[in-house]
C-alpha cells in the first residue's frame, strides 16, 4: 500500500508564494500529483511529476507561476504570485502508473490521495 500526506498550506496575500511538501510512503510510486478543490467546484489537476523522470505536466491556469519537483520519496508544489483563484483545498495524488500523458492530471488517474491542505490567498 501507499500513504500520502501533504503538509504547507496557509493563507498568503495576492502576489505571495507558499511551497506544498507531500511525502509518499510503503510501495514505490511513478507519478505524483498535486490537485486543488474549491467550494462548490470540481477536483482541478494542477500539476504532475514522473518519479523516474522528472518530467512534468501543468494546467494552464498555473503555468508560469507554479513550479513540481520531487526528490525520492516526496514532491513539492512551489506557487509563487498567487491570486485569490488559487484559493482552494489541496490534494496530494500518487500513481504507481508510470508515464505522462494528456490524462496525467485526470484525478480517476490516481489511486492515493492525501487528506489536503488548505491554501488561502486573499486579494
Known amino acids: 500500500q501507499v500513504q500520502v500526506a501533504e503538509s504547507g498550506g496557509g493563507s498568503v496575500q495576492a502576489g505571495g508564494s507558499l511551497k506544498l511538501s507531500c511525502v509518499a510512503s510503503?510501495?514505490?510510486?511513478?507519478?505524483m500529483a498535486w490537485f486543488r478543490q474549491a467550494p462548490g467546484k470540481e477536483r482541478e489537476g494542477v500539476a504532475t511529476?514522473?518519479?523516474?523522470?522528472?518530467g512534468t505536466r501543468y494546467a494552464d491556469s498555473v503555468k508560469g507561476r507554479f513550479t513540481i519537483s520531487r526528490d525520492t520519496t516526496s514532491a513539492y508544489l512551489e506557487m509563487n504570485n498567487m491570486k485569490p483563484e488559487d484559493s482552494a483545498m489541496y490534494y496530494c495524488a500518487a500513481t504507481r502508473e508510470p508515464g505522462l500523458s494528456s490524462s496525467s492530471l485526470r484525478a480517476e488517474k490516481y489511486n492515493y490521495w492525501g487528506q489536503g491542505t488548505q491554501v488561502t490567498v486573499s486579494s
Open positions: 510503503g510501495w514505490t510510486v511513478y507519478k
Open positions: 511529476i514522473s518519479m523516474p523522470t522528472g
